[in-house]
């Protein structure tokens, strides 16, 4: 057991960190939305083929379909719509330092939302995430790796999937299959972006080569669905320790980033990468910002 639970959680570190490396990769050959509609299209039709094909899952029922549509449209097309956009003006492993953030401010939202005390730790726990995100971020501020607008959008990303983290968890989904949601998650917010990919569309900017189709199949299949997956899994194993897995995603993430992207690295990276994950190791001792959700990426 402790092999094949080593085994996931390695795999689905790597899988979540390689998101960001993935998605400029792709960026260098089309527009943002071409990249996110055609990464969702795909692994929806692949999930709802093995929801409904293979596994016979029921349907989602009457206000479910609502409220797919509604965590679709904050999970989906607006996180992960903004947060390709981000990455035009991101290096690729700050991106996934930042996203890293995620679990601490979801715990702050919930905090907030349902008027619940914030301990000591828990601030100790943001201000080491946060402090890590702008040491990381300032030496790339200064050499067109990273930009103030960016650093922005990629902040009003992680407030939106935090917030569908809190409707995801707080719903009750009367036994709905978590692929199911999932899979009708991703399609419509895929379709959610389909105006705005008409809008900004040009078709000189979008070369549909293998840059392209590697990138976006990479985010489509071994991402947003074989991630997921691993994650389900180290949940099942010990839902109390499948956090920690969380830790290894920075390094993995900068690591990539400087090898197929050729991303600086210096001592501000490393600095940056130890404070998050202090401030990770912190909410997870603490219980103050542990994100149990099985998102898309």
Not at 218 to 235: D, K, R
Request: positive net charge; charged residues 10%; aromatic residues 14%.
């Amino acid at each position: 057991m402790q092999r094949k639970v080593l085994v996931t959680g390695i795999t689905f570190a790597v899988l979540w960190a390689s998101a960001s490396t993935a998605t400029k990769i792709a960026l260098t050959e089309a527009q943002p939305f071409v990249i996110a509609v055609t990464r969702f299209f795909i692994a929806a039709m692949i999930m709802l083929i093995i929801s409904h094909g293979f596994m016979k899952n029921r349907l989602p029922k009457k206000d479910e379909w609502k409220a797919i549509m509604f965590y679709g449209l904050l999970n989906v097309s607006i996180y992960l719509g903004l947060y390709i956009i981000a990455l035009q003006k991101l290096s690729a492993g700050l991106g996934t330092l930042a996203v890293g953030v995620n679990p601490v401010i979801i715990s702050f939202m919930a905090a907030l939302f349902f008027r619940q005390k914030i301990t000591a730790m828990g601030f100790v726990s943001l201000g080491c995430c946060l402090s890590g995100v702008l040491v990381a971020a300032w030496p790339l501020l200064q050499t067109s790796y990273a930009s103030v607008d960016g650093l922005l959008l990629i902040v009003i990303s992680m407030l939106a999937y935090s917030g569908a983290a809190i409707f995801y968890a707080r719903r009750d989904w009367q036994g709905l299959h978590i692929l199911t949601i999932n899979a009708w998650q991703t399609l419509f917010g895929g379709i959610f972006l389909v105006p705005f990919l008409v809008f900004t569309f040009h078709e000189s900017s979008n070369y549909l080569d293998f840059h392209f189709w590697i990138g976006t199949l990479w985010l489509a299949i071994p991402v947003s669905i074989g991630a997921v997956q691993c994650w389900l899994l180290l949940l099942k194993y010990n839902t109390a320790k499948a956090a920690y897995w969380l830790f290894l995603c920075p390094v993995f993430g900068f690591v990539m980033a400087a090898v197929l992207l050729k991303e600086p690295l210096s001592w501000f990276t490393l600095a940056g990468v130890i404070l998050v994950i202090a401030g990770l190791y912190v909410a997870q001792q603490y219980r103050v910002a542990i994100d149990r959700h099985p998102n898309n990426r």
